[in-house]
């Protein structure tokens, strides 16, 4: 048996290919989705090792061309819930005795696959389901889930290293054990890279988990299973089903031995989640963890010493990059009269240049919304502006479902700075712009930090004094803060990922925070000569 302390590869973040005209990656990932989106697929559930199929079957389909069937998913109901359940109780005392050095050699092996041999499928896969174009699945579905998985043995390995300090005769130690129980993930759609991390990070610390992931994320969350279990993952240790929520909490929530649950969704699904733990807790063997990342609505906010074309150009990235669909995008922004024609001007060259339409054609920046609910939703936001008074569209505000759930990028100007576009999260392709007076600064300041939520938000200032003020004054509006760039885009290992008020526990995914969560600490001293008298000096 070894008795080496080992150190991990040092993590890097993995680059990002750029899939140019000409370039090799960019014929393989072309040639992967060809191929792929011609090979109907059949999805199983993967329930302690076993590859599981109810004959229920549910169809896939692009959102970008829902009319074209990718193949189909076997929903299951409670009772695979239940056998998920059991199957992780079955793993855990093996995999939480597993070596640390072993349990991250797994996801390491995973990284190195998928920055390899399954780049183009996972890439591919994201692209098809999930209607991302080649960049943003890259920085997706590659990087970010290399990166996660890279970093996080890194972090683990930091997290048992550090131990506590010992007096004469006496050897204090701290071990890190994984919960008492099974853990719950429940991931989103609009990130592949999340819908791995949020069932593999548990994991890597030595927990058993019953992953459900969202319908429309289904196609590439079975290509991750695939990788995990090329990497050698042993069976039973993540549980992969496709059961309503509803069925999913009836028998989670009311298990013994549930420890914890790592969400990114909805800040109302998360609420009630919340709600029916705390009527269940005398249920619990322990406590449980419950760690969540939820909803946005994100600002930009310049100052009259800003540069109008950086503001601009963060506008069109932020709010417009994966058509709006991601937690972080920019949704709000405050503009001051002065800028505004320059910003103005140079929002309409940028958005008017945009091209829309499938990922399969790279030369489109903007691709289609998830379904026909979540259009719907944007549809309607969009109509409540044109239907309003106090807002007005300037940019975009056109729509079609024929083909593909198919959202114009859209900028709506609004009088009220209480407008509803201005204070509801949309997550679309929709940005609301406030145009104040530069006498407002200090109240527009407290516009942007009157918000219930506080995930992403941006400042633009040339002024430093200005900028170390504004950085205090919203102090408490966003867990992840930019000046003079984008609220998007942040990058495991640099800018941990997460936000409070309602968007969150701030758990920061990305960081040593959030592996802690997914530990129960014992403390351990030992005294090498021990006493044997009870009498202390002091009573002589």
Known sequence: MSNAIFKTPIATNEPILNYAPGSAERKELQDTVAKMKATPVDVPMYIGGKEVRTGNTVSMHPPYDHQHNLGHFHKGDGSHVKMAIDAALAAKESWANTSWEH???????????????????LNGATMLAQSK???????????EIIDFFRYNVQFMRQIYTEQPESGPGVWNKLEYRPLEGFVFALTPFNFTAIAGNLPAAPAMMGNTVVWKAADTQIYSARVIMEI??????????????????QEAGDVIFSHRDFAGIHFTGSTAVFENIWKTIGNNISTYKSYPRIVGETGGKDFIIAHESADPIQIATAISRGAFEFQGQKCSAASRAYIPKSLWPAVKERLEIDVKSFKMGSPEDFTNFVNAVISEKAFDSIANYIDGAKNSSDAEIILGGGYDKSKGYFIEPTVIVAKDPKFTTMCEEIFGPVITIFVYEENDFEATLDLVDDNAYALTGAIFAKDRIVIEHMCKRLVNAAGNFYINDKPTGAVVGQQPFGGARKSGTNDKAGAMQNLMRWVSARTMKETFVTPTDYRYPFLG
Not at 103 to 121: D, M, N, Q, T, W
Not at 135 to 141: C, G, K, N, R, T
Not at 230 to 243: H, K, M, Q, R, S
Request: proline fraction near 4%; aromatic fraction near 8%.
């Open 228 to 245: 995990l279990i090329e990497a050698g993952l042993p069976d039973g240790v993540i549980n992969l089903v496709y059961v309503g929520g």
């Open 103 to 121: 349990r991250a050699s797994v996801f390491l092996k995973a990284a190195e696959l998928i920055a390899g041999p399954y780049r183009a499928k």
């Open 133 to 143: 174009n080649a960049f943003q699945a890259e920085i997706d579905s590659a990087c």
